[in-house]
């Protein structure tokens, strides 16, 4: 097995399939992505509210050939050009983390070429490299999906400090289940943001958890709070206004966020503020962001919108990383639905 240094051209396959996105792109020296390609089942799971993992699991296992195939034509290599292959190995739905990370065992083993093994939350902060390869740091990172909220400290790429963390429901996954509970529909995160743009940020005073000189996020007691409120309402026979609902949930859950991130931008000598994961994408929690950070002079960065979402160009981006450190994975290596920071 060749293993090249730095001097030379690395080119890395990377794989995603941590839920319902099957993803394959080729990484050339980590941040330059020669092909992302990303084919989405949500509409194969709206009509369940939510993604259903044997049918995402199954889906996975017809899409990922043609995937792959289709992000190798892009990059206009073949095969035998590939010095790595990497996957997603967690967290996620392990039965679709279990597709990806086989093909990347057989690819390693059929290619003698190296298997790495990327964490799908780092995937999600490396996005960022991606778009803006000269952030500067030292740095503060929030990044924020369906499964994790986590809120970093950043001294150089890859050395970082968790500072917080969700101690129950994530924020991705509390904009889920509420727009699930109002029936506003899949994905919860766009249609929560959707019906909030034509509601009342103010119209209801919805809690937002103090957990004291803690960096730790809770949105279970939201979440519950808006659970009470609706049944009150139905019991007292008053009509809801689910705009006005969505926009008063959605502006307590970016207060939330944003009150950590700048309590830990004022105890923190840092030179950059990054935004990452699913929610990054919510136009509202941006712009609170921006607000708050003007006073403090800080640059400002966030992934466009293809790179917050679930892809693989974010994996074979800290890929590249873990190659140079000659950080790569046995063939034993396990899908591991709950793997931490």
Known sequence: MKIKNKTEDIYILALESSCDETAASINKNGLEVLANVVSSQVDLHKKFGGVVPEIASRKHLELLLPVIDQALAEAGLKFEDLDAVAATYGPGLVGGLLVTLTAAKTISLALDIPLIG????????????????KIKKPLICLTISGGH????YFENLRGY???????????????????????????????????????????????RADLG????????????????????EDQR????????????????VVDSLVANLIKAVENYEVQSVVL????????RLRKVISKKLKSFNLDFYYPPLELCTDNAAMIGAVAYYQYLEKDFAPLSLSADPSLKL
């Open 276 to 283: 990452s994961g699913g929610v990054a994408a919510n136009q």
């Open 118 to 133: 990327v964490n799908h939350i780092v995937g999600h902060i490396y996005a960022n490299f991606i778009a803006n390869p």
């Open 161 to 207: 400090k968790i500072l917080g963390k969700t101690i129950d429901d994530a924020a991705g996954e509390a904009f889920d289940k509420i727009s699930r509970f109002l029936g506003l529909g899949y994905p919860g995160g766009p249609e929560i943001e959707k019906a909030a743009l034509r509601g009342d940020p103010e119209s209801i005073d919805f809690p």
């Open 149 to 152: 909220s986590n809120l970093l």
């Open 213 to 232: 000189n803690s960096y730790n996020f809770s949105f279970s007691g939201l979440k519950t709070a808006v659970m009470n409120y609706v049944n009150n």
């Open 237 to 252: 026979g008053n009509r809801i206004d689910k705009n006005d609902l969505a926009a008063s949930f959605q502006a307590a």
